[in-house]
């Protein structure tokens, strides 16, 4: 995912946060206060403000958005009297249309909505702040449902989610797909199985921004060694350079990590049997 630009600040942009950081007595404005310092002075990532203040990463996202929306004003709670907001229709055909579009598409760095994300982009770009659940009845009154993520697998049948025609896209609430999942348990069928139902999963990300590719990348860089490898096909194609015996990827070990059964020919028996084949 990537960061979000904030613009440079002016010095009373800061002196306004330093002090409501320092004189507010209200504990959720000083924290929301601080994330925009930590972003905007020690230039740290959501990710990274998340874990000092405790909180994750998309709501330190959503405050640094309001803040850069609304200024000093966008961190303070909204106020509960008077009337309760009103929703136009110019409100309501942009969030059908913003619905139907995939997020990249706008210039958003996520490729799935959640009825946050909506609320937070609605209110970029009207300045109308809603809550995620007036988005879900909204929606709900056009017959656009968001289907809740599959947590589980009620099956040990690799081909279980494609057989029962399930979302292979659904994101639990960390917004990790069954293929994320498979990735990261070096599970080599049961992923090429997801991507085949839908190769949009390669593409969907977390929410830390990770998709199942970056997991794989993650993985290959944890092992050090001097092999290199290629996957066409069905087949696994390994390179050796100081011979197998000495190898931590021995056969054992790969049909172990890749859950299948395999057999290992070297390139000269290859190029044999190729030799016998043109007979």
């Given amino acids: 995912m990537r960061p979000l630009q904030l613009p ?19 504990v959720r404005e000083r924290t929301r206060a601080q994330m925009v310092l930590l972003a905007l002075e020690k230039h740290l990532k959501a990710v990274e403000i998340a874990a000092i203040v405790r909180e994750d990463d998309e709501t330190v996202r959503r405050w640094l958005k309001r803040w ?63 809550s995620y659940e007036t988005i879900r009845r909204l929606l709900v009154a056009t017959e656009i449902v968001f289907s809740r993520p599959q947590h589980t697998i009620s099956s040990p049948d690799p081909e279980y989610l494609v057989k029962k025609e399930v979302n292979v896209c659904s994101q639990n609430d960390s917004g990790i797909t069954p293929l994320h999942i498979a990735v990261s348990k070096c599970n080599l069928i049961v992923a090429r199985l997801l991507v085949g139902a839908s190769a949009e999963a390669v593409e969907i990300d977390d929410n830390a921004g990770k998709t199942p590719f970056d997991e794989a990348v993650k993985l290959a860089a944890r092992y050090d060694g001097p092999e290199e490898f290629s996957i066409i096909g069905q087949e696994l194609y390994l390179y050796y350079p100081k011979g197998m015996g000495r190898s931590k990827l021995s056969h054992t070990f790969l049909e172990k990590r890749l859950k299948t059964v395999g057999t290992i020919r070297n390139w000269n028996t290859i190029l044999q049997l190729q030799k016998m084949m043109q007979r």
Avoid at 8 to 26: F, G, N, S
Avoid at 85 to 111: D, F, H, M, N, W
């Fill in 8 to 26: 440079v600040p002016t010095a009373e942009q800061l002196t306004a946060l330093d002090e409501l950081y320092r004189r507010t007595y209200d």
């Fill in 68 to 130: 850069m929306a609304e200024g000093i004003e966008g961190l303070k709670d909204r106020p509960k009297s008077g009337g309760p907001l009103k929703i136009t229709q110019a409100y309501e055909e942009l969030l059908l249309t913003c619905v139907r579009l995939r997020p990249r598409s706008l210039g958003q760095a996520y490729s799935m909505w959640t009825l946050q994300r909506l609320a937070d982009y609605m209110a970029e770009q009207t300045a109308i702040w809603v």
